[in-house]
């Protein structure tokens, strides 16, 4: 591809032609199945570069195993089976409840959790750790998420025999590990429902409804990059803080649970010409953070019941946000995901961006529980193989 729209992350027609090895009429067809996103950039379309490559890869399923298996880890075909969560025709479902209308029905935080992991919604949540005031120690991450890991540290450090038990007493821990990392989010009320805690420790009560709809929609989503990364730990036998801290550490990753931060520049930027900003970014070549998921092509389930919120409760400070949809909408068939939503609260609520993706790492720590709790019925060792492209091996 050449010229001012090179894009690594977008073909051209006859580039993505020439990968599936089809016509332009299959190509298009595949658009208005939703198996293939596209972008207007300028006056032409292009397609996206993942979404081609796991077409590629499920069309040479019939040359053989090899192709399935290496495009599997690439949004590709499953590769392991769970009871947990499923995606379905752009709905989310926990152990096959929608939470989209659970949650507007009402559902906490504690009700999903006990729901993932199978325990009694009766079992008593034990009192949070005393909250450490921690400098910064510029690792990199989001202030939030490195203090969650020494929390985790700490937390595993204070527990004598963390290998297994009844599955009660696995519960057990696991909610002690949950409390212990919204401990790190500052100091609060040791009481009430765990969404309450955190809405008084982040400064403000009357965010509760916030906190609980980020928490209960960011439980679990399936094999993403963290949840692979726990269960990888979990089948070689890592315990509970061993297997989470492997999941929150993945979650690191700017193209994963620290993207809010790179949501938020990308409003700045937008903030008084958002076409402006939108056309350049894509012309650069830079994807949009915030927009677009490989699982629903109609949008993101749980971004409306964001948004909803963040309008209801500070509106005003959304504008710059609601610009930047409109302009990507505009200019891309893209529509906002979980990831923008979160900034919208962050927004909403007055709370640093980073702090989108500390509700995100806590709410989904609940998954990562359940998906090594689960990982530990299986007696396989999670070992994928390589296929080697590198120089012919000589003796």
């Known amino acids: 591809m050449t010229g001012r729209f090179d894009n690594p992350h977008l073909l051209t ?78 709905r989310l479902y926990y152990r096959g409840r929608e939470v989209v209308p659970w949650l507007r029905a009402g559902a906490r935080f504690e009700d999903v959790v006990a729901h993932l992991w199978g325990a009694s919604p009766d079992d008593p949540w034990p009192s949070a750790p005393p909250h450490r005031r921690r400098a910064h120690t510029g690792s990199g991450w989001p202030a939030p998420l490195a203090r969650m890991a020494r929390a985790l540290l700490d937390q595993a450090e204070r527990d004598a025999q963390p290998h297994g038990g009844s599955p009660s007493r696995e519960h057990a821990r696991g909610r002690g590990l949950i409390q212990a990392l919204a401990a790190t ?126 309008r209801r409760f500070g509106g005003r400070r959304l504008r710059g946000i609601d610009r930047l949809i409109d302009a990507v909408e505009r200019a891309t068939d893209q529509r906002p995901n979980l990831d923008l939503g979160l900034l919208a609260l962050c927004r909403a609520a007055d709370w640093p961006a980073e702090i989108g993706s500390a509700l995100f790492a806590l709410g989904r720590s609940a998954g990562w529980v359940a998906h090594a709790l689960e990982q530990r019925n299986s007696p396989a060792l999670l070992r994928p193989r390589a296929r080697y492209v590198g120089p012919p091996p000589t003796s």
């Open 13 to 90: 027609a006859a580039e993505a032609c020439a990968r599936l090895e089809v016509k332009r009429e299959t190509l298009y067809s595949y658009v208005s199945r939703h198996r293939l996103r596209t972008v207007k950039v300028g006056r032409e379309r292009r397609y996206d570069a993942e979404d081609i490559e796991r077409l590629a890869v499920m069309s040479a399923a019939r040359r053989g195993h090899a192709a399935v298996a290496g495009g599997a880890l690439r949004w590709g075909e499953p590769v392991l089976d769970s009871a947990l969560t499923a995606v379905v025709d752009g």
């Open 185 to 310: 989010l500052g100091p609060g009320p040791r009481g009430d429902h765990l969404a309450a805690q955190v809405a008084h420790r982040l400064g403000d009560g009357d965010t509760t409804p916030l906190v609980e709809a980020a928490l209960v929609l960011c439980a679990d989503h399936e094999l993403n990059v963290s949840t692979f990364a726990v269960r990888v730990a979990a089948s070689a036998g890592a315990d509970l803080y061993g297997a989470v801290g492997a999941g929150l550490f993945a979650f690191t990753g700017p193209k994963h649970g620290a993207s809010t931060l790179r949501i938020d520049a990308l409003v700045a930027q937008s903030k008084s010409l958002p076409d402006r900003a939108v056309a350049s970014r894509l012309a650069r070549g830079e994807d949009l953070p915030g927009f677009g998921h490989p699982l629903y092509p109609d949008g993101d389930p749980r971004t409306p019941p964001l948004l909803e919120l963040a």
